[in-house]
């Protein structure tokens, strides 16, 4: 992989996308350091605490996608998390609306169309969040003077600032390299990773009781770092290669056509991070919410808050309230077969292959192709369902377990992996384009 990297700042072209795409990351860590108008960040701090634990490892996945710019209630306060939702509603709205279906089997105009729906609808959330922290905490304190000018003022400035960062994602995609949201979203979660290390070695390396013990804490931190990401690396890879013949035609002057083989890549970790952020946001929403009702977390409402907190999972003082994770479990697995079933239609796919003359291997054209691939399907889910679950519980056991309090988990060690080897790969095909052309002025 670096030396990938060595090789594509020798050629100009591939060298300027990737100091455009650094110039603009650099410019987004900086911003996420510029507190919105009017906050008061002592009281920033004691919310999010009384939330989430003391500092940004019981905030986890919350922090780390924007970055760390969340807690520090700056700008860039909601980061690109507006438009990852806007994106997944117009997805999903893509099947239920047949008009924006119609939009998206236009082709590129169409596209264009529905990334423009995308922008609005992008804003329009910006707007309703930052409306929500500012009006709900601003009245508990958020604002060192809580009138209507200053909520506006906040409003308008962390609406801005997701504005700004969806435009740079997309200048991204047409000057930089690889795909811009996703981009920014790594750089996020990567910008956590120093202060993590500085909380593992603080917690285990500093603080043990002999030298042995510091070296044994640092042997075991690693293997379950590598671990989970050659798990990860082998669930975005995975697939589950269908094959499928199509029969010959005979076309033109008794020319035979087709006869060929293919096969259909079915992606083992189909509906990739989806589930696991979906199932997140439902746990969080209730405490956030009952934090900006003034909820002072008594009563049953109280413990039912403390099964859905994930900070209180596997904690040895308090293992009743793991069950929650019971419902973190279903919640994955639910999201995992419902995304893939609005993404991938088997039914259509069947079809598709009919009318163009292609089978798969003693299954026969029609229903009972589709009923096979619904059956496939079903089962590559699930696997892929339980190593999102692996993945992502781990963190919570070692966190509640052993206090290895940070800030990503599963979902980001998913996300970066994921994001790199795509990368990687755009990299080497620009570099492949350019020794082609090379060879070809030659």
């Known amino acids: 992989m670096f030396k990938t990297f060595i090789n594509a700042f020798k050629i100009k072209e591939v060298r300027n996308k990737l100091l455009f795409t650094f110039l603009m990351l650099l410019i987004i860590r900086l911003g996420c350091q510029v507190s919105a108008p009017g906050v008061d960040q002592e009281f920033v701090q004691s919310v999010w605490g009384s939330l989430f634990g003391e500092g940004a490892e019981g905030m986890g996945v919350v922090n780390a996608f924007t970055g760390g710019s969340l807690?520090?209630?700056?700008?860039?306060?909601?980061?690109?998390?507006?438009?990852?939702?806007?994106?997944?509603?117009?997805?999903?709205?893509?099947?239920?609306?047949?008009?924006l279906e119609e939009m998206q089997k236009e082709g590129e105009d169409g596209?264009?169309?529905?990334?423009?729906?995308?922008?609005?609808?992008?804003?329009?959330?910006?707007?309703?969040?930052?409306?929500?922290?500012?009006?709900?905490?601003?009245?508990?304190?958020?604002?060192?003077?809580?009138?209507?000018?200053?909520?506006?003022?906040?409003?308008a400035a962390m609406t801005a600032g997701s504005a700004f960062l969806m435009w740079i994602g997309e200048r991204i995609n047409e000057k930089g390299i690889g795909n811009g949201i996703s981009i920014i979203l790594t750089i996020n979660i990567i910008s956590s990773f120093p202060q993590d290390v500085m909380t593992l070695y603080e917690k285990f390396v500093k603080g043990a009781s002999?030298?042995?013990?510091?070296?044994?804490?640092?042997v075991i931190i690693l293997a379950v770092v590598i671990a989970m990401i050659v798990m990860v690396i082998y669930l975005s890879n995975g697939t589950r290669k269908i094959p499928v013949q199509y029969a010959k035609k005979v076309q033109g002057h008794?020319?035979?056509?087709?006869?060929?083989?293919?096969?259909?890549?079915?992606?083992?970790?189909?509906?990739?991070?989806?589930?696991?952020?979906?199932?997140?946001?439902?746990?969080?929403?209730?405490?956030?919410?009952?934090?900006?009702?003034?909820?002072?977390?008594?009563g049953w409402w109280g413990e039912v808050l403390k099964y859905l907190n994930s900070q209180f999972w596997f904690n040895t003082d308090q293992m009743k309230y793991t069950i929650g994770l019971i419902l973190y479990v279903v919640l994955v697995v639910f999201?995992?077969?419902?995304?893939?079933?609005?993404?991938?239609?088997?039914?259509?796919?069947?079809?598709?292959?009919?009318?163009?003359?292609?089978?798969?291997?003693?299954?026969?054209?029609?229903?009972?192709?589709?009923e096979y691939l619904n059956k496939v399907l079903n089962h590559?889910?699930?696997?892929?369902a339980i190593g999102l679950i692996i993945v992502a519980v781990v963190p919570y056991i070692f966190s509640g377990l052993f206090g290895a309090?940070?800030?990503?988990?599963?979902?980001?060690?998913?996300?970066?992996?994921?994001?790199?080897?795509?990368?990687?790969?755009?990299?080497?095909?620009?570099m492949l384009v350019r020794n082609y052309k090379g060879f070809l002025n030659d």
């Open 71 to 99: 807690l520090q209630m700056s700008i860039f306060a909601l980061n690109i998390t507006p438009y990852i939702t806007s994106s997944i509603i117009m997805q999903l709205m893509t099947i239920a609306i047949p008009k």
């Open 111 to 155: 596209r264009k169309k529905i990334a423009t729906i995308t922008r609005y609808v992008t804003v329009g959330l910006a707007v309703v969040e930052s409306g929500a922290m500012a009006i709900g905490f601003g009245s508990q304190g958020l604002l060192e003077n809580y009138n209507v000018l200053n909520v506006i003022a906040v409003i």
């Open 210 to 218: 002999s030298v042995a013990m510091a070296v044994l804490s640092v």
């Open 254 to 298: 008794n020319r035979m056509m087709g006869g060929n083989s293919t096969v259909i890549p079915v992606r083992v970790n189909t509906a990739g991070v989806i589930p696991v952020i979906f199932a997140s946001s439902i746990m969080t929403f209730p405490i956030i919410i009952s934090n900006m009702l003034k909820y002072d977390g008594t």
């Open 335 to 370: 999201f995992a077969y419902f995304y893939t079933s609005i993404t991938f239609n088997p039914i259509e796919m069947a079809n598709n292959m009919k009318k163009q003359g292609g089978f798969i291997p003693g299954i026969r054209p029609g229903k009972p192709t589709s």
């Open 380 to 384: 590559i889910i699930f696997i892929g």
């Open 405 to 430: 309090r940070v800030s990503f988990g599963g979902t980001s060690i998913i996300i970066v992996v994921g994001v790199i080897v795509e990368t990687v790969k755009q990299i080497e095909s620009q």
